[in-house]
């Protein structure tokens, strides 16, 4: 019996031994397998993510290479690889599926990566080119100004549609390389140029949109729900053979000891991941207010910076020119001297103020002070400007002068008020310094200009811009013979102001072609009714605006009766630069029976030979010739002059701002053939 009990004691040892044996391989297994899928799943969660970072960081910057795309896709492929070497262990086959598929939407995502790769180095390598176009602009010999902006237009759009990832923009941009499709040179050089620009434009607008679709797909791809549906089924599986294990062994021991591991084992884990995790944070959190290229803070570091500074002093570097050594040298160089001009700027102020530095834009600094100790403004610029210009940035062996202006302020917003005073710099490029000063009078001029531009919205949306005629005069019979439409805004009060002080904010804020398609309107529609010449003045911008063309022969072809009595006052001021243009223009209006006149002619850009050859029917004399003429002699001697030149040409003369009795008599004397002014009729809304 003894032999038995201790024959039994030791079998049940034996068994209790190899139970606790096999518990422990098999809950070892378990846990490993588990163990090694989920650190799988999540290498494969941070490439994923570290993937769509380097995606997005190369559809952001021109000059990414994709070797790091390519690094992590090889090692997601090696995680997939092992992935698929454990789907066996726990024989699911739901597990199987689901990593399968995740294998399927990982191969999917790649060919989604390529398409991307394909249409960002297209989308790059036009961008560059047009950069490179934009630079060389200023190289041609290029006499159209109307292209000219049309080529900046189309070219910053495309940088902006880029790096907004904005459709809209590509709607706007195809109108303009429509336009742009329709200019042709005789220059050779301008013909390559022009045809390089309008491919990469078109590369552009047709890559463009499968550009921002593969992007999406590839940032949007269900990989990361997959990973997560794989962990859920894992967890699940897992419970499964948490039970199993529990049903095997009853040990209580056992269990509490295989749950302290685990949970110890996920302590560890968890707290190292966690670390991993805030020292990431911190690192972003460096870089989100950092400039990569200076090392400085960024303008992002400057408005949380500023807020907590009590008395401050804000000194706003701009480096002269810097967009000359750029084109001249390269963005190599230039990318050097901001590096330099960083260090300078750290070097060149003294410690004791205790400053901070920023790099608030492309070729600017900023130097923030909390003012304890009083500091003088224009010694601290002098001191910087002096600094700069005795310590030139060396570059591959070229040795380059730096020079820089500042504008200081210490009134909020500084930045604003800082960059007001540079402004007023740049005007006057013989200083380099200044101190921001409300006697400057910038901030007034800016509310004036948002007041003049919520005044002419508002009249352009209420339909209060009107027309008033003024009387144009026959020096011989005193009759009328014609009248000028002069646009009038209408105020809220009922006051009526010339619209001759909005225009220049108009052309700004994008009204301008809203006031002339205005103007044409009510004048060819007065014209039609009142069967009495009507003059319109008119600009280069109208001339080379093909929808003002456009509109104008709508206008015609609604009121054919107007053109027999319709004149154009083209503006001389504005200096007429595109003279086949406006030789087309000329040719198109008499065509259909109507006039042309050049504008305040004499203004100080006349150029009788290219005028006289336009045609035209009369010249309207600038009024600053004519409103002192019975006292200028010089006046009284060129006006001579062009009514003579003008007689030989057959072309009428019109005398402007007959403001008196006297200086029509001087005009009549002259043989000038018409007058206007307000000695002879002010402008009124009718005729």
Avoid: W
């Avoid at 096999?22 to 799943?41: A, N, W």
């Avoid at 920023?358 to 601290?380: H, K, Q």
């Avoid at 948002?450 to 009759?479: E, F, M």
């Amino acid at each position: 019996m003894k032999k038995i009990r201790i024959l039994i004691l030791v079998l049940f040892a034996f068994f209790a031994i190899f139970s606790l044996i096999t518990f422990e391989k098999y809950s070892t297994d378990t846990f490993k397998e588990k163990g090694e899928i989920t650190s799988l799943l999540f290498n494969l969660k941070i490439l994923d993510n570290e993937l769509n970072y380097e995606v997005l960081k190369t559809s952001f910057f021109l000059y990414q290479n994709y070797d790091n795309i390519v690094n992590i896709e090889k090692r997601i492929e090696k995680n997939l690889k092992a992935l698929e070497d454990k789907k066996e262990c726990f024989k699911s086959r739901a597990l199987k599926e689901e990593i399968e598929d995740l294998v399927k939407s990982f191969e999917k995502k790649f060919k989604y990566v390529e398409d991307f790769k394909l249409y960002n180095s297209s989308i790059k390598n036009s961008s560059l080119y047009l950069a490179t176009l934009l630079n060389r602009l200023n190289t041609l010999n290029l006499n159209h100004t109307g292209y000219e902006k049309l080529v900046i237009k189309a070219i910053s759009t495309i940088f902006l549609s880029k790096n907004s990832f904005d459709a809209d923009f590509v709607e706007e941009l195809k109108p303009v390389y429509k336009r742009l499709k329709l200019y042709r040179f005789k220059d050779k050089k301008l013909q390559k140029f022009h045809k390089i620009l309008t491919v990469h434009i078109n590369i552009f607008i047709k890559n463009f949109k499968r550009y921002k679709e593969s992007l999406n797909a590839v940032l949007n791809s269900d990989t990361k729900e997959k990973i997560y549906s794989i962990e859920q089924r894992l967890n699940l599986i897992f419970n499964k053979e948490l039970q199993k294990i529990g049903y095997l062994f009853k040990l209580i021991i056992a269990v509490y000891f295989i749950g302290l591991l685990s949970i110890i084992y996920f302590i560890v884990k968890l707290d190292r991941e966690n670390k991993n995790l805030m020292q990431l944070q911190e690192k972003l959190k460096i870089q989100a207010i950092t400039d990569d290229l200076t090392d400085l803070k960024n303008r992002k570091a400057y408005k949380k910076d500023v807020r907590g500074v009590k008395k401050p002093f804000f000194a706003l570097v701009n480096i002269d020119g810097f967009k000359e050594y750029n084109n001249f040298y390269g963005i190599a160089m230039g990318d050097h001297i901001l590096r330099q001009s960083a260090k300078i700027l750290k070097k060149g102020v003294p410690a004791h103020y205790s400053a901070q530095f920023y790099r608030i834009g492309a070729d600017e600094f900023g130097i923030l002070i909390d003012e304890d100790i009083p500091i003088n403004s224009y010694a601290f610029s002098q001191h910087i400007i002096e600094i700069f210009s005795k310590t030139p940035i060396k570059f591959k062996n070229i040795e380059t002068p730096i020079s820089v202006s500042i504008a200081t302020s210490r009134k909020r917003p500084l930045l604003e008020t800082a960059d007001l005073a540079m402004k007023y710099i740049k005007r006057d490029k013989r200083n380099h310094y200044i101190t921001y000063s409300d006697k400057l009078g910038l901030m007034q001029e800016i509310k004036e200009n948002i007041k003049r531009s919520k005044i002419l919205k508002n009249a352009i949306l209420n339909d209060r811009v009107t027309i008033y005629y003024q009387p144009i005069v026959d020096n011989k019979t005193a009759k009328i013979v014609k009248y000028e439409a002069l646009a009038r805004v209408r105020h809220i009060n009922g006051k009526i102001e010339s619209i001759h002080p909005y225009l220049k904010i108009a052309k700004e804020i994008g009204l301008y072609e809203e006031i002339t398609k205005k103007v044409l309107e009510l004048s060819i529609a007065k014209t039609e009714r009142v069967k009495k010449e009507i003059a319109i003045n008119i600009s280069m911008k109208d001339i080379e605006n093909p929808d003002f063309l456009i509109n104008l022969g709508k206008l015609i072809k609604k009121y054919p009766e107007a053109v027999k009595h319709l004149s154009f006052e083209i503006l001389e001021s504005e200096t007429l630069k595109d003279y086949e243009a406006v030789k087309n223009f000329v040719s198109i209006i008499k065509a259909q029976g109507g006039k042309i006149g050049i504008d305040d002619f004499g203004s100080g850009y006349s150029n009788f030979a290219h005028i006289f050859h336009l045609d035209i029917d009369f010249i309207k004399i600038d009024g600053s010739l004519i409103e002192n003429i019975d006292k200028d002699h010089i006046s009284k001697v060129i006006v001579e002059n062009i009514v003579k030149i003008a007689k030989d040409a057959n072309i009428t003369t019109i005398a402007e701002f007959v403001h008196s009795k006297e200086i029509l008599e001087v005009v009549k004397e002259i043989g000038i053939d018409c007058s206007q002014g307000y000695y002879l009729g002010e402008p009124e809304p009718f005729i």
